[in-house]
């Protein structure tokens, strides 16, 4: 619900606004970094929404992050914490006033910074809201230079699909942007493409608050369909001579400047002052703390036992369990996106049994992948299933923000590796963990069957923090044990345990994931020739445990299989523990080299040995080597 605006609210946002044009040219010369002209523009937008919304239930999303200094002042000066805090620590080590809007600073619900996300996280807020009932209004103030961006299109066309209603744009339109004008840069009738995407499309003076608020209202309380709000603003609003001038887009004003813009400005406090505050060390530094979001408790369900009988793919296992997790927790609400690949992902039975939880997104995965961490912060499950290339590859920028922004996604990926065959090269995910070790807290599971790909899915779906599951396309076998048994038959899933399928003396063969079939037939065949190997299968490549490493490294050669590149992938990892850890290793790496080429994947798994023949004639040749 939105407030009404008095004449004497007015007067009041016309002070502050005021004096926070004072504070973001003060911080950013102080800081003698950041970006005062767009925030200079966005001010009086954002002072009139912090004080017409209810800051406990609607949500502000700042898409054009690098305005930071005026949102931090913005809510300061709504009451949320001191202005002298983001002055002193704008842009310090140690300050969680950063240099773009992060989560750690109080009314900042999601942190950006690569231009073109916001729209998607607002998406990720709506559907969150709807699927738990609960009534919001989102608001997302832009740049206009982001708009050149294809996320926003592809949010867009989501918005109106699914009648998000909810969700209103505010555009800082100041037609300036780094190159100089907007127009010059890249030509845009954001008019046009709002309308042509189902919006309603409303001008306004951004720094005039009746003309933003009578805008901000009709959009509030019409729902029949979301609405744009093109506000017409001034770069370096506020100071004369910065006024129009896109060279302070990202440029703080220097010491001769600063003393000329002074007497236009509303300062509270001496320049000394300040200057001498920046110099005090600041209070703490970030503490660790725990994820603020929060996470439902889930019933993981029974845990399903495929005999080994059995033949099937692990992505039918992960849908399978998917569904029955959801089934088990009725009081939980889950939303699932899909990027057009329902069928082969195997989420198609959760959107036939929950269909106002599955959400078809089309061919989006930028917008799918940002909409879905923002969508596992709001208290819902949020699973985003799609291809490994697309999943991981694709979409690396937004699952980067989504751990920055320490969400809780359950990523659903398949088709990974080599084993996709004939779709070739561009759709061989070979180097996903190459690029997810990066991401600080993502927990990746790399199933090793069937059984264990359902006992993960069960882990991941009601455990908190951001998870992987990758798995192939083709069907795997079921794993026994020497005994003929199920091998996970009565057993629990504990991320970073590794499984010794069989037991060896000469050597180590680890194998990375659904690669364990193939290392299992490999030990049969060198157990002809009298070779002892011991096979340990892999599903969590980023925390196995040094023990293992060193206790294969006290066997003999190490070998590693693995349907990803050997220089990023579990051979890499396992010498980079060996490694910190000072531990000796004969490591021999059995992977991909390079891309592979298109066709069956037997035959491209031959290209690189990468099958029982191969492997058992290249560990066999190695330990004949050593004697």
Not at 2 to 18: F, G, S
Not at 67 to 91: E, W
Not at 310 to 321: C, I, Y
Not at 447 to 464: K, M, Q
Request: with cysteine; proline share 5%; charged share 20%.
């Amino acid at each position: 619900m939105i407030k009404d605006l008095t004449p004497e609210m007015i007067r009041e946002l016309t002070v502050k606004a005021r004096k926070s044009r004072a504070d973001i040219v003060a911080m950013t010369h102080l800081a003698a970094s950041g970006h005062p002209g767009g925030s200079m523009s966005s001010i009086d937008i954002f002072t009139l929404l912090y004080h017409i919304i209810s800051m406990d239930t609607d949500k502000v999303v700042i898409s054009h992050g690098h305005t930071s200094p005026a949102v931090y002042s913005a809510l300061a000066r709504k009451g949320l914490f001191p202005p002298l805090d983001a002055i002193k620590g704008f842009r310090r080590v140690g300050s969680i006033f950063e240099g773009h809007v992060e989560i750690t600073v109080p009314g900042v619900p999601w942190g950006t910074g690569n231009l073109g996300q916001g729209l998607s996280v607002a998406c990720g807020y709506a559907v969150a809201a709807r699927v738990k009932g609960r009534p919001m209004d989102c608001f997302v103030i832009t740049g206009d230079g982001e708009q050149q961006k294809g996320q926003i299109s592809e949010a867009r066309r989501f918005i109106t699909k699914y009648g998000l209603n909810n969700i209103t744009v505010i555009i800082d339109n100041n037609d300036l942007q780094i190159s100089g004008s907007r127009t010059d840069v890249m030509p845009q009738n954001f008019r046009a493409e709002y309308e042509a995407a189902g919006f309603r499309v409303l001008e306004a003076d951004g720094h005039d608050f009746a003309s933003s608020y009578n805008a901000i209202r009709q959009a509030a309380d019409d729902r029949e369909a979301p609405y744009v709000i093109i506000a017409r603003t001034v770069m370096g609003k506020g100071v004369s001579f910065m006024e129009n001038k896109a060279d302070f887009h990202g440029r703080p004003l220097n010491k001769t400047e600063m003393e000329q813009a002074l007497p236009e400005l509303d300062l509270d406090w001496p320049m000394a002052e300040l200057e001498s505050l920046r110099k005090e060390p600041i209070d703490e530094a970030i503490p660790n703390r725990d994820v603020p979001w929060p996470f439902p408790q889930v019933n993981p369900g029974v845990n399903r036992l495929y005999e080994k009988t059995v033949f099937t793919d692990n992505r039918s296992a992960l849908g399978r369990a998917l569904l029955e997790v959801a089934q088990a927790t009725p009081g939980v609400p889950f939303t699932v996106f899909d990027c057009d690949l329902a069928g082969s992902v195997k989420t198609d039975a959760f959107a036939k049994a929950f269909p106002q939880n599955f959400f078809q997104a089309g061919i989006s995965e930028h917008h799918t992948a940002a909409m879905a961490g923002a969508a596992s912060t709001q208290g819902v499950v949020s699973v985003f299933a799609d291809f490994g290339i697309f999943g991981v590859d694709e979409t690396y920028n937004q699952q980067r923000l989504n751990a920055i922004n320490e969400s809780h996604l359950k990523l659903f990926c398949t088709h990974l590796g080599i084993d996709v065959g004939e779709d070739g090269k561009t759709h061989q995910c070979i180097d996903y963990l190459g690029l997810l070790r990066n991401l600080q807290g993502l927990k990746v599971v790399i199933p090793v069957d069937p059984n264990e790909t359902d006992l993960a899915a069960r882990w991941a779906l009601s455990s908190p923090g951001n998870c992987m599951i990758g798995v192939g396309r083709s069907k795997t076998p079921i794993l026994t044990d020497l005994d003929g048994k199920e091998f996970f038959a009565g057993k629990d899933f504990v991320y970073g345990r590794a499984h010794h399928l069989r037991p060896g003396t000469q050597a180590t063969l680890f194998s990375l994931g659904a690669m364990s079939a193939a290392a299992v037939k490999t030990w049969g065949l060198l157990k002809e020739e009298g070779v002892s190997v011991e096979v340990v299968g892999v599903s969590c490549p980023f925390a196995l445990d040094v023990r293992e490493i060193r206790e294969a490294s006290a066997r003999g050669p190490v070998f590693v299989i693995e349907d990803h590149l050997t220089i990023s992938g579990l051979a890499a990892q396992i010498a980079f523990t060996a490694a910190t850890a000072a531990v000796a290793l004969d490591l021999v790496p059995m992977g991909v080299r390079g891309f592979p080429p298109s066709g069956p994947s037997l035959s491209c798994f031959q290209c690189f040995d990468l099958h029982p023949e191969g492997l058992a004639s290249v560990i066999s040749l190695k330990l004949k080597e050593m004697l």
